[in-house]
């Protein structure tokens, strides 16, 4: 006789297609991003089709708690445990709410695929301890969700990535790979939250060429320090106070001494190394304590463009030819993807809104991609590349 839970699950593999909701938070920890898409097929052949998007956004005191523990070496113990059940606790409640509002049976989702929220992420490249390899963790456990949601859940997708040789992030290769490649374009999938990323797809479709990386600081700096100088904003909403600065060349060159920038692609990393303390140590290095808000939130802007238009530069001195498709919340700062725009001049920009997916849902896009291929995917599908050709996310069962 077949467990209840395992035959439903074989039932979903089955059909023709999936409902599945994508859940994201990410370090900048505006909001969850709930995007509820149709999924057809697998792998090469998925088709997908978002259905509803929204990003709910989280009161100042879900900001605060998790601001805690959140990219902290030091951290109060019972609070991490129990910050792992409350946010999957509130995660549920915000799906279940979006179900209402849409008026949409929990029973007729398949599948929810919850990121969950980093708290610490910890390459060896950061960590350096011998004995040690790479590791991240997320809180917001899937047990939770499926069960106050009713709906099998996938989540913890980074372990299976950092359990076969990988860092753990970033993971947006394989979903960019599965719905954006495309035959005789050469794309950049370029993601700026609170830090940049990009996956290349060439267009010769060969999985060997396919990589992703992590570049650096986007937002989390410039979110960072306005919150300190700007209690109640959580960003420079349009870039208001950088373009009242300017930049200044002392401090920007002192941010850009770091070994993270002199690693091999690919690489990743968190705001455990790029945040305060790191802007303060870069300030007294070079003399600009000094320094006036306004040009000290233009300095980290263009230390955000510079990194980025670095990372493509290096990565790609003889192909400028490329059509870089954005998302993110960095997309819709002016005056970076101004920088960005003067300093690849050669390379065309487009939101993914130009593929057919709201860039502000990319990311809880491409995890119900992860959670549609654990169940019913061929891992063999990201053999190849650069990619492990695996199957990520642990499955929770509501009942």
Known sequence: ????????????????????????????????????????????????????????????????????????????????????????????????????????????????????????????????????????????????????????????????????GGEGAPLAVYGDYLLFSKKGEDRILLNI???????????????????????????????????????????????????????????????????????PFPKTTGPELFNLKYLQDAKQRSSTTGLSVEDTMSTLNKFSADMIADAISKCFKNNTNLNIYCSGGGMHNPLLMQHLREQLSECSFHTTEALGINPDAKEAVLFAVLANENVCGDPSVFAGGNMQAISMGKISFPY
């Open 193 to 263: 939250g609170g830090i940049s990323n990009f996956t290349y797809l060439p267009g010769n479709l060969d999985p060997k060429d396919i990589f992703s990386t992590d570049i650096g600081p986007g937002n989390t700096m410039m979110d960072a320090f306005m919150q300190q100088h700007f209690p109640g904003k959580y960003f420079d909403e349009n870039a208001a106070i950088a373009k009242q600065g300017n930049f200044d060349s002392r401090l920007l060159n002192v941010l850009k001494e770091n070994n993270f920038f002199q690693l």
């Open 1 to 164: 006789m077949m467990n209840k839970n395992i035959n439903r699950l074989l039932n979903i593999a089955q059909k023709d297609s999936r409902l599945v909701i994508g859940l994201m938070s990410g370090t900048s920890l505006d909001g969850l991003d709930i995007a509820l898409c149709e999924i057809k097929g697998s792998g090469i052949h998925s088709n997908l089709r978002l259905k509803e998007f929204i990003t709910v956004a989280y009161e100042p005191g879900f900001k605060n708690e998790i601001k805690e523990i959140c990219s902290k070496k030091n951290v109060d113990l019972e609070k991490l445990c129990l910050l792992n059940e409350w946010v999957a606790t509130k995660h549920a409640a915000i799906v279940n709410d979006c179900l209402k509002k849409w008026n949409i049976e929990n029973a007729s989702i398949d599948l929810i695929a919850s990121h969950g929220q980093t708290v610490f992420h910890a390459p060896k490249t950061l960590h350096r301890q011998e004995k040690f390899g790479n590791a991240t963790l997320q809180i917001g456990d899937g047990d939770h969700i499926a069960v106050k949601t009713g709906i099998i859940t996938i989540s913890d997708f980074r372990q299976k990535n950092i359990a076969a």
